[in-house]
């Protein structure tokens, strides 16, 4: 196994290009420039396609059309570029294109600032377009999960069918770090993926039978009526309630209180847990690894009986992590919160603090 | 007996829905007749716009992608850059290729990504009832410019093909119209020619059709092509503007 010394954009990059990817649309935005121009650099050597498109919307476009072809295929931009590129997200969502879409997030509303932030999280895993499709969503917490996860999204858009998205952030995409790269998918793994997707893909008929069709509410290269096909990916998205979830916990069994975060944050809280449990404290903690489907189950087998409450920290205010954690927790523990916003970093020191405050209120 | 004319084999055999007198489908049928001629039907991938030009689907039995509106040149440029052998048309209508599309092709025309555009310009938004596109003539009464097309509120008409032309990266751009039997042959001409600059990899082409709306622009059929044979072809010349 090859250990590098990356950074995170590169680092998704490399395991992006290592999963097969071969084609990059993007737009230049702050803090995720190093992903294009890793690619840039890259693509041509495994003979794939770099495209820089002359906006988000049209790179998002252009994502579309090579993954209608039936290559791996992956953009990335930040917050408010992910927004322009909501337009195609939502036709890929419509016409079921396996693509990977990967926001490294910053602050906002609107431009926000160029620092990280995780603002995005009801975009990301309710809202990323019209229509209320939903997309699995992977939380990174460390330069060496995004690699992972990169490099799993794109089987997962393949087996379903379906764009997925990873959800990181300016820390963990400008971070430096030693990561464990994943082996290069082979060319003939590759080349029999493409020639299994010709059934659907749009790249001249060839000789089949019938024409390959494209569209929202078309499936697998065909039509089908609008409300059947909302209710297949419903039924998909319910699949993934058993399938997809991921998540993990520690100290759970034992905890009086509970903290939860997701991607960076959860790292973070995670140094707090321990300080914590060093402290005397009996402190639990749950993080979602995929944020969308949400890990329900994480939360509903907790001892409420022992609970003197649960913290959420997140880097957005106002909170959005938040209310999926009060939604399943439904009022059986007071939730906290140790929230920073508009590109401030959250500190290990206000989630111990907002920990102790909570632990106390009992 | 010799055979001298018959229904392009690429269009379905199902009734075309579009309005009495329209020139879409001639300007369709002649692009799937040349893509028969040509044998290029089972190569091509149509990339098409929002609007009345995504009823051609209905209508013609090609690989095709429905692409949000405005975007159609950007997804033919990655489509033709990820399968170099598929040959990527796009048909799109005005509102779609020059105002909402308009930066996507005029980068793919700049970038001269190797595509061919098929742009029917009949000087209004048909599907959505008729409403100020870019190209409507002045003085030109639409459902959101009822007192007439005003240059000083609404600016004037785009000439795409001038616009483009001002471009290094087009190899192939004309203007053609299927106003009557004699300019059907040129832009059956263009078409071929277009779609040959693309075989033969010289990058991006584009067809104009300059083409009519009888529904919209409350004209009978008949009345339409003496529209826009006096009004759209003077702000609009016919001819080739570019061919490398």
Known sequence: MERVFMKGCQAIAEAAIRAGCRFFAGYPITPQNEIPEYFSRRLPEVGGVFLQGESETASAAMLYGAGATGIRAMTSSSSCGISLMSEAIGWMAGACIPVVICNVSRGGPGIGSIQPSQQDYFQATKASGNGGFRMLVFAPSTVQEAVDMTYRAFDLAQKYKYPVYILTDGFTGEMMEPVVLPPMRSEEFLAAERKANEAWAVRGRGGAPKAHKIRCGTRFGVRCPLEQKNKEDWEMYERWKKDEIEYETDGTEDAELIITAYGISARIARSAVSILRKEGYKVGFIRPIKIHPFPEIAYEQLDYSRLRGILCAEMSIPPQFTYDVEAVVRKRAPIGTCLRSGGEIIERSAIIEAAKKLYGAK | ?244
């Open chain 2, 1 to 244: 007996m010799k055979k001298i004319y018959a229904r392009p084999k690429g269009l379905y055999r199902n009734i075309n829905g579009y309005c009495p007198g329209c020139l879409h489908s001639a300007a369709g049928k002649i692009i799937m007749s040349v893509l028969e001629e040509m044998d290029l039907l089972d190569r091509t991938a149509m990339v098409d716009g929002v609007g009345c030009c995504a009823n051609n689907d209905n209508y013609m039995d090609l690989d095709a992608i429905g692409t949000p509106h405005g975007r159609a040149c950007a997804t033919a440029s990655a489509i033709k850059r990820c399968s170099p052998e598929t040959i990527v048309i796009t048909y799109q209508g005005d509102g779609d290729l020059a105002s909402i599309g308009l930066a996507e092709t005029m980068l793919a025309a700049n970038r001269g990504d190797n595509i061919t555009v098929f742009f029917i310009n009949n000087a209004n938004y048909g599907m959505t009832g008729g409403q100020m596109a870019p190209t409507t003539l002045l003085d030109m009464k639409t459902t959101t410019t009822p007192f007439g097309r005003n240059p000083k509120e609404h600016g004037y008409p785009m000439d795409m093909c001038k616009i483009l032309s001002a471009l290094r990266g087009p190899s192939y751009i004309a203007r053609v119209t299927c106003i009557d039997v004699p300019n059907v042959r040129k832009a059956r001409q263009a078409v071929k020619d277009a779609l040959q600059h693309q075989v033969d990899g010289k990058g991006f082409s584009m067809v104009e059709f300059v083409s009519n709306c009888p529904t919209n622009w409350g004209l009978t059929p008949l009345e339409s092509l003496r529209f826009a044979k006096e009004r759209m072809l003077a702000e609009y010349p016919l001819g080739v503007y570019r061919n490398l």
